[in-house]
Structure formats: C-alpha cells, structure tokens
Nanobody, 119 residues
Framework: QVQLVESGGGLVQIGGSLRLSCAAS????????IGWFRQAPGKERAVVAR????????YYSDSVKGRFTISRDNAKNTVYLQMNSLKTEDTAVYSC????????????WGQGTQVTVSS
C-alpha cells in the first residue's frame, strides 16, 4: 500500500505561482510512476503531468506545457508540481496518484488539494 498526501494548494492571482507537494509513505517510492491530475467543477479529471521512477522521463498536457514542472526527490519520497504563470482555467482540485510501471491504472490516490486562481 502507498499513502499519498498533497499540500501546497491555495488562492493565487493570475500570473502567480504555487508549488504542490505529494508526499508518499507505506512502501518503496522510487519504483513508482507518479502523476498529477486535476478536476475542475463540472469537468472530468484529467492528467496534468507524469514522471517516471528516476525523474528522467516526464509528460505534460498541452494546457500546462511550458508553465508547469514536475520533479521528484526519491530520498524524500516526494513529488513536486511547480506551477507558474497561473491562469483562471487552472482552478481545480489537484490530486497526485501513483502506480507501478507495469500497471495500466493508477492504483493509489491522494485526497487532493484545491488550487484557485483569481482575476
């Protein structure tokens, strides 16, 4: 089992920055692929970014590419999402999730953290 806890959400103005953290516990963290997802009111949950076990491979959705950066510190069992140049459309509940490399689905989910971008 893996437990994931997100932190770092909050209220920020357009153009501002936030850094989200996803802290993991419960088993070996370094072998897991980690993803950040978000869900806005009335919309489906969508992937924002993913990072492989070593941090050497990352993926970003088109909507955040160039503005968000995902990184991980396996020594601290933590994955980060640095969000810059925030827009109102980035407002959502952000959740991190983890899966083994061989798994088709993300098996473990955090509770989510609210990010609100105001004009």
């Amino acid at each position: 089992q893996v437990q994931l806890v997100e932190s770092g959400g909050g209220l920020v103005q357009i153009g501002g920055s936030l850094r989200l953290s996803c802290a993991a516990s419960g088993r070996t963290f370094s072998g897991l692929l980690i993803g950040w997802f978000r869900q806005a009111p009335g919309k489906e949950r969508a992937v924002v970014a993913r990072i492989n076990w070593s941090g050497g491979s990352t993926y970003y959705s088109d909507s955040v590419k160039g503005r968000f950066t995902i990184s991980r510190d396996n020594a601290k069992n933590t994955v980060y999402l640095q969000m810059n140049s925030l827009k109102t459309e980035d407002t959502a509940v952000y959740s991190c999730a983890a899966k083994e490399a061989w798994s088709a689905e993300f098996n473990y989910w955090g509770q989510g953290t609210q990010v609100t971008v105001s004009s």
